[in-house]
């Protein structure tokens, strides 16, 4: 008997259980539990104290959002956080703002180490040390750039400043909150950052004989590497010195190599060194650091090669040459013969860091009339009539750019400028403008043309032309074209009447600056006589006179470096002023009798300090194109 078909028995089975974050679903003997995930403890803290490399105890305020806040939105909250760490060897700094969280395993708080960066496209000029707007700039899926319709404004680290258009790298300062330049484009960085020179012996170098011990300057002739414009080499008499016009830390290399293919005939030791004059001392100095010692063995008995290289602190104004000598043997050794006839030694100079180019000109362009009365020459409270004690700012009294032409009364000093310094008058003939170093000079002839104020029958004498301090600098562009027409000395530059500051020249070229006359010009308190200025070159002169100190001081160098002297001179009791104040005025070619033929150009003269080492050098460098107003 066939049974009926049973139905098939029913097995229990668990429910299949999901979840979605933040539950978690965990299986175990008494059942399933279902709950929410752990979750990380996040909090916005601002850092109440500095949190050093393997710190982890450090405090934290809380802060909390105000949406309604019309400045800072986040402000210090409850708790303070007392257990912030260090994760990675790392600083931070009181002030910065990080997303905190917790740890449990430590029980810490561990700060999220940000870093904020932006590309950028300048949109103002910036100056060094300054600040300025900085556009920023996205980058899309394909690499393009495109202009966020953002700006920020970021400050100079680096103190290059920046152009209008310079692609830089900002980065956010986390601790004060501010955007900082850390990159500039490539060019402006090569000639800021990485400026250089190095100079060699060109095949027309004059050979430098070294055969008495006394050191000589090897003359480099030829730039082989130069990058930017902050150097200046020397020709002439003064041939290899190499000028820095900026600032900065600088390495300094300087190689010499002794290969003696056909002299000498017997073993000699030579001494190379590199020497730097301040600008400060207007005197070289040996780096010791640089001296290199050669060995210069039997003809065709090998070579030696030394290189070397150090860092040094170049101010602006520094000028530094190669020096070498012989110091044993009996051979008469040529610079440029040692090796055969190539080049024997090189120095070169490279800033490795930004280099500081900036104008070294402050106070130049400040006007003295705040400080003396132009018609009595006293200063009132500000000085000590017997004494000179007090203010000594340096303060511009007279400028002339001297680049116009003809008889007018009111040519040649601040031509085209809304304010009037003091005008010079054209002398007994019609000046001529010609070209001069830097744009139209004034041309002087010989005996028959002088430019003044105040003396030889100008209508418009000036009363006391001088400060009570009695210190006067004078500074301009003179080329001496004639001497024919002088007898005794002929004036180049000179204030005042019988008691006077004057610039003089004589018959064999010999420049003078003479200080506080008090008996005419035969009794001269001071003066300073540079030898031979060259004639037909641009010369820069610059004098200093301090009456008080009785003191004179006379520098003269050739645009192209050819020739640079200095001479001083000091009395021991300068006798001063004088009886009478007398008629103090400006004048320019002529002592009355006696003539010089000269070009003259951006003169300026400025009372109650002299011109410091730096301002002089800024007025010689910027000479080569740039007037001073």
């Given at each position: 008997m066939t049974q009926p078909d049973q139905p098939a028995p029913i097995r229990s089975e668990p429910a299949r259980l999901t979840a979605a974050a933040p539950l978690e679903i965990r299986r175990h003997a008494a059942g399933t539990h279902v709950s929410l995930a752990r979750q990380p403890q996040l909090w916005f803290v601002e850092l109440a104290e500095d949190?050093?490399?393997?710190?982890?105890?450090?405090?934290?305020?809380?802060?909390?959002?105000?949406?309604?806040?019309?400045?800072?939105?986040?402000?210090a909250d409850e708790p303070e956080l007392p257990w912030l760490a260090d994760p990675q060897a790392g600083l931070y700094l009181a002030g910065e703002r990080h997303l905190a969280w917790f740890e449990p395993g430590s029980g810490r708080m561990i700060p999220t180490p940000g870093v904020l960066w932006h590309l950028g496209i300048v949109?103002?000029?910036?100056?060094?040390?300054?600040?300025?707007?900085?556009?920023?700039?996205?980058?899309?899926?394909?690499?393009?750039?495109?202009?966020?319709?953002r700006e920020i404004t970021a400050y100079d680290w680096l103190g290059g400043g920046a152009a209008s258009g310079d692609r830089v790298i900002v980065a956010q300062h986390l601790q004060s909150r501010r955007w900082y330049f850390v990159a500039q484009r490539t060019d402006?960085?090569?000639?800021?950052?990485?400026?250089?020179?190095?100079?060699?012996?060109?095949?027309s170098a004059t050979p430098a004989s070294l055969n008495d011990g006394t050191p000589v300057?090897?003359?480099?002739?030829?730039?082989?590497?130069?990058?930017?414009?902050?150097?200046?080499?020397?020709?002439?008499?003064?041939?290899?010195?190499?000028?820095?016009?900026?600032?900065?830390r600088a390495e300094i290399y300087h190689h010499a190599a002794a290969h003696t293919e056909s002299t000498p005939s017997g073993d000699n030791l030579t001494e190379w060194r590199v020497e730097r004059k301040p600008a400060s001392s207007g005197t070289f100095g040996v780096l010791e650091q640089t001296i290199l010692r050669m060995h210069h063995p039997n003809l065709d008995q090998g070579q030696e090669t030394k290189f070397l290289s150090q860092l040094i602190d170049v101010a602006y104004g520094d000028t530094l040459r190669v020096q070498a000598r012989r110091i044993a043997g009996s051979d008469t050794l040529a610079s440029d013969t040692l090796s055969g006839g190539t080049p024997t030694c090189y120095?070169?100079?490279?800033?490795?860091?930004?280099?500081?180019?900036?104008?070294?000109?402050?106070?130049?362009?400040?006007?003295?009339?705040?400080?003396?009365?132009p018609h009595t020459g006293m200063g009132g409270a500000a000085y000590e009539p017997t004494t000179g004690a007090g203010r000594r700012t340096l303060k511009l009294a007279a400028y002339y750019r001297l680049e116009e032409s003809g008889s007018s009364e009111d040519r040649a000093d601040y031509s085209g400028q809304a304010r009037t310094l003091r005008v010079l008058t054209a002398g007994v003939a019609t000046i001529s403008g010609v070209s001069g170093h830097i744009g139209t000079a004034a041309q002087i002839d010989a005996s028959t043309e002088w430019l003044g104020r105040g003396g030889f029958g100008d209508p418009n004498p000036e009363s006391d032309f001088r400060p009570a301090s009695q210190v006067v600098s004078v500074a301009g562009w003179i080329q001496l074209d004639g001497l024919s027409g002088v007898s005794g000395t002929?004036?180049?530059?000179?204030?005042?009447?019988?008691?006077?500051?004057?610039?003089?020249?004589?018959?064999?070229?010999?420049?003078?600056?003479?200080?506080?006359?008090?008996?005419?010009m035969g009794h001269p308190d001071a003066t300073a006589t540079v030898s031979t200025a060259p004639l037909g070159k641009p010369l820069f002169v610059v004098a200093t006179f301090a009456g008080l100190a009785g003191r004179a001081t006379l520098r003269i160098r050739a645009?192209?470096?050819?020739?640079?002297?200095?001479?001083?001179?000091?009395?021991t009791t300068p006798t001063g002023w004088g009886s009478a104040p007398g008629t103090w005025h400006v004048d320019i070619g002529s002592t009355g009798s006696s003539w010089a033929a000269l070009l003259i150009e951006q003169l300026g003269i400025w009372f109650d300090a002299p011109l410091t080492p730096a301002q002089q050098n800024y007025l010689f460098a910027a000479g080569a194109g740039r007037r001073l107003l």
């Amino acid at each position: 008997m066939t049974q009926p078909d049973q139905p098939a028995p029913i097995r229990s089975e668990p429910a299949r259980l999901t979840a979605a974050a933040p539950l978690e679903i965990r299986r175990h003997a008494a059942g399933t539990h279902v709950s929410l995930a752990r979750q990380p403890q996040l909090w916005f803290v601002e850092l109440a104290e500095d949190i050093q490399q393997h710190e982890s105890a450090r405090s934290a305020q809380h802060l909390a959002c105000d949406s309604e806040s019309t400045s800072d939105p986040w402000s210090a909250d409850e708790p303070e956080l007392p257990w912030l760490a260090d994760p990675q060897a790392g600083l931070y700094l009181a002030g910065e703002r990080h997303l905190a969280w917790f740890e449990p395993g430590s029980g810490r708080m561990i700060p999220t180490p940000g870093v904020l960066w932006h590309l950028g496209i300048v949109a103002e000029t910036i100056e060094p040390g300054g600040s300025g707007r900085v556009a920023v700039w996205l980058v899309d899926a394909d690499a393009l750039h495109a202009e966020a319709s953002r700006e920020i404004t970021a400050y100079d680290w680096l103190g290059g400043g920046a152009a209008s258009g310079d692609r830089v790298i900002v980065a956010q300062h986390l601790q004060s909150r501010r955007w900082y330049f850390v990159a500039q484009r490539t060019d402006r960085a090569a000639s800021r950052c990485c400026a250089m020179i190095e100079v060699r012996q060109g095949p027309s170098a004059t050979p430098a004989s070294l055969n008495d011990g006394t050191p000589v300057p090897i003359v480099f002739d030829q730039i082989s590497l130069v990058a930017g414009d902050m150097f200046s080499l020397a020709t002439g008499t003064a041939a290899g010195e190499v000028t820095v016009l900026a600032a900065g830390r600088a390495e300094i290399y300087h190689h010499a190599a002794a290969h003696t293919e056909s002299t000498p005939s017997g073993d000699n030791l030579t001494e190379w060194r590199v020497e730097r004059k301040p600008a400060s001392s207007g005197t070289f100095g040996v780096l010791e650091q640089t001296i290199l010692r050669m060995h210069h063995p039997n003809l065709d008995q090998g070579q030696e090669t030394k290189f070397l290289s150090q860092l040094i602190d170049v101010a602006y104004g520094d000028t530094l040459r190669v020096q070498a000598r012989r110091i044993a043997g009996s051979d008469t050794l040529a610079s440029d013969t040692l090796s055969g006839g190539t080049p024997t030694c090189y120095f070169g100079l490279r800033f490795v860091c930004c280099a500081d180019a900036r104008d070294h000109a402050p106070s130049l362009t400040t006007l003295a009339d705040a400080t003396y009365d132009p018609h009595t020459g006293m200063g009132g409270a500000a000085y000590e009539p017997t004494t000179g004690a007090g203010r000594r700012t340096l303060k511009l009294a007279a400028y002339y750019r001297l680049e116009e032409s003809g008889s007018s009364e009111d040519r040649a000093d601040y031509s085209g400028q809304a304010r009037t310094l003091r005008v010079l008058t054209a002398g007994v003939a019609t000046i001529s403008g010609v070209s001069g170093h830097i744009g139209t000079a004034a041309q002087i002839d010989a005996s028959t043309e002088w430019l003044g104020r105040g003396g030889f029958g100008d209508p418009n004498p000036e009363s006391d032309f001088r400060p009570a301090s009695q210190v006067v600098s004078v500074a301009g562009w003179i080329q001496l074209d004639g001497l024919s027409g002088v007898s005794g000395t002929a004036n180049l530059v000179g204030i005042g009447n019988d008691n006077s500051w004057r610039v003089v020249v004589d018959a064999s070229g010999n420049v003078s600056a003479i200080a506080g006359q008090t008996g005419g010009m035969g009794h001269p308190d001071a003066t300073a006589t540079v030898s031979t200025a060259p004639l037909g070159k641009p010369l820069f002169v610059v004098a200093t006179f301090a009456g008080l100190a009785g003191r004179a001081t006379l520098r003269i160098r050739a645009a192209d470096g050819s020739f640079d002297h200095s001479a001083s001179d000091t009395v021991t009791t300068p006798t001063g002023w004088g009886s009478a104040p007398g008629t103090w005025h400006v004048d320019i070619g002529s002592t009355g009798s006696s003539w010089a033929a000269l070009l003259i150009e951006q003169l300026g003269i400025w009372f109650d300090a002299p011109l410091t080492p730096a301002q002089q050098n800024y007025l010689f460098a910027a000479g080569a194109g740039r007037r001073l107003l």
